[in-house]
Nanobody, 122 residues
Framework: QVQVVESGGGLVQAGGSLRLSCAAS????????MGWFRQAPGKEREFVTG????????YYADSVKGRFTISRDNAKNTVYLQMNSLKPEDTAVYYC???????????????WGQGTQVTVSS
């Protein structure tokens, strides 16, 4: 059974940084893209960033480009999200997702974590 577990959320002041981690387990994840989504109160879930198996292909939403960096460690089946210059509008529950084995950063994403809260105060 696949498990996806996020960690690293919390409360930070505007302009600060946080690093989220996500560990996947339960199968071999070769060629599985990994990504981060977020959902703010009253808003739809947003695709924030994704990374393919080799790390050679990434996607960033315009709202986070230049501030967020996604990376992965395949030996640990772990993906990271470094978030810098955080803004109050980055406040949301952040979800880690694991793809379907097609190595496409745009999905589909089949496995999801429970989410971790990120709150940015002004």
């Amino acid at each position: 059974q696949v498990q996806v577990v996020e960690s690293g959320g919390g409360l930070v002041q505007a302009g600060g940084s946080l690093r989220l981690s996500c560990a996947a387990s339960g199968r071999t994840f070769r060629r599985y893209s990994m990504g981060w989504f977020r959902q703010a109160p009253g808003k739809e879930r947003e695709f924030v960033t994704g990374i393919n198996w080799t790390g050679g292909n990434t996607y960033y939403a315009d709202s986070v480009k230049g501030r967020f960096t996604i990376s992965r460690d395949n030996a640990k089946n772990t993906v990271y999200l470094q978030m810098n210059s955080l803004k109050p509008e980055d406040t949301a529950v952040y979800y880690c997702a694991v793809g379907s084995g097609n190595d496409n950063v745009f999905g589909p994403y089949n496995y999801w974590g429970q989410g971790t809260q990120v709150t940015v105060s002004s």
